[in-house]
């Protein structure tokens, strides 16, 4: 089973940008869609951002416009660029291999906003 481990989380202030890695153990190219969710420190894990296999992207409506999901199939790796970051995006990320039976998921990695 492909492992997938995330980067490039941090500390910025609000109004700055990061970008976050998510490396596979193996090819991500077969998979249909892998996507990026994130959980707030008391907060049910919820949806961020979708990329389907034709390249074709989806986002949750707190992120659209700010946020930008691509993939890189030769590197294995899927990119979460967040720009105009806000106190409200603070939460620990998580990629995702969104399968029909259970997802395949990432250790997370922290993103904080500071107002």
């Known amino acids: 089973q492909v492992q997938l481990v995330e980067s490039g989380g941090g500390l910025v202030q609000a109004g700055g940008s990061l970008r976050l890695s998510c490396a596979a153990s193996?090819?991500?190219?077969?998979?249909?869609?892998m996507g990026w969710y994130r959980q707030a420190a008391g907060k049910q894990r919820e949806y961020v951002a979708r990329?389907?296999?034709?390249?074709?992207?989806y986002y949750a409506d707190s992120v659209k416009g700010r946020f930008t999901i691509s993939r890189d199939n030769a590197k294995n790796t899927v990119y979460l660029q967040m720009n105009s970051l806000k106190p409200e995006d603070t939460a620990v990320y998580y990629c995702?291999?969104?399968?029909?039976?259970?997802?395949?998921w990432g250790q997370g990695t922290q993103v904080t906003v500071s107002s």
């Open positions: 995702a291999v969104e399968l029909i039976g259970p997802y395949i």
């Open positions: 990329i389907v296999r034709s390249g074709s992207m």
């Open positions: 193996g090819s991500i190219s077969s998979f249909n869609a």
